[in-house]
């Protein structure tokens, strides 16, 4: 009922549990915070919660124009609803060092497990596009050493993002990848986030180069094909989100649905392929909302928590 009964510092915990373990970790993104619980009930190990999604979900591009409290507010809000360890997307931490700071500790307060920062200059932008410019290595790694120090809980993930496979084709660009990389986990980074990947032999490459976990960002319409979790795992990859994808198919449904009620006048056609209500009382909980108050769940759904609704 409500929130999560786990704490953040057990959420925290459990990550670093699982990324010293010998699974490869799937996180889906989580565009709000009832498909976090639907990601925690399909038993994945963690819920991403990608910056593109915060943003264009309000309608906005990419680009670090959403707001370190509207990040942390809505991060929290999806984090708070699962029992699942959840990462955001920090972008460039909203400032330099002393704002990567205050970031931190803002999303520790906010009770999430961890989050990346990456070394795009601002404005940024998605990582595979092209025409991406990072900042310098000294600037960097002051992000990374200031999001360090300022973490209170030393369970909460530090993870460096690198956008530097973009600064050259092939393998200038993976070698300015692997380069930042090293220097990013000596400035105290927990995790590797190595951006716009081209094939897993780029992987094999970072992971060579570090001993840290790392991550791959397969999103669909990128850099590089959508590699299967057995192909990454057989690189050495750690941990795989899924940032845009439940966005994707949620806006894909409600794309084609609309244009049915358009073309046919009913949405009838598109039933069979929604929630329905048994499922979506289920997802948020409704009988155990009855234990506190008999008189909130003294109704009938036909067929409620079954499959036939
Ligand atoms: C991972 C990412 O940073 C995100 O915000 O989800 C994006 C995803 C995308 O735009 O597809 C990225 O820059 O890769
Ligand atoms: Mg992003």
Not at 16 to 22: F, K, P, Q, S, Y
Not at 65 to 74: D, F, G
Not at 134 to 163: C, E, H, S, Y
């Amino acid at each position: 009922m409500l929130y999560s009964q786990t704490t953040p510092e057990q959420k925290r915990k459990r990550l670093r549990e699982t990324l010293a373990g010998d699974q490869i970790a799937r996180f889906p993104g989580a565009f709000n915070p009832l498909s976090a619980r639907l990601i925690e009930e399909k038993g994945f190990p963690g819920v991403y919660i990608s910056g593109a999604v915060l943003a264009n979900d309000l309608g906005l591009p990419d680009i670090g124009l959403t707001t370190l409290t509207e990040v942390a507010t809505r991060a929290g809000q999806i984090a708070r609803m699962t029992d699942l360890p959840a990462i955001v997307d920090a972008d460039t931490g909203f400032g330099e060092a002393m704002n990567v700071a205050r970031t931190v500790q803002e999303l520790e307060n906010a009770g999430l497990a961890g989050c990346h920062i990456e070394d795009q200059v601002n404005p940024k932008r998605c990582g595979h596009l092209d025409g991406k410019a990072v900042v310098g290595l000294d600037v960097a790694v002051k992000r990374i050493r200031a999001a360090v120090d300022a973490r209170r809980d030393g369970n909460f993930l530090i993870m460096a993002r690198t956008d530097a496979r973009a600064n050259g084709d092939g393998e200038a660009g993976l070698a300015a990848a692997v380069d930042r990389a090293k220097s990013l986990v000596d400035a105290g980074a927990d995790a590797i986030f190595p951006e716009a990947m081209a094939t897993l032999d780029e992987f094999a490459a970072v992971r060579a180069a570090v001993d840290v976990p790392i991550l791959a960002n397969m999103t669909e319409f990128g850099k590089s094909r959508l590699f299967t979790v057995d192909e990454l795992a057989s690189v050495g990859v750690d941990m795989i989100i899924y940032p845009v994808t439940l966005l994707r198919s949620a806006m894909g449904a409600a794309e084609r649905t609309l244009d049915e009620l358009v073309a046919a006048g009913t949405q009838e056609s598109q039933v069979p392929e929604m929630l329905t209500r048994a499922r979506l009382y289920e997802l948020v909980d409704y009988p155990s909302y009855d234990s506190f108050d008999a008189g909130v769940f003294d109704f009938e759904v036909p067929g409620v928590f079954s499959e036939t609704v």
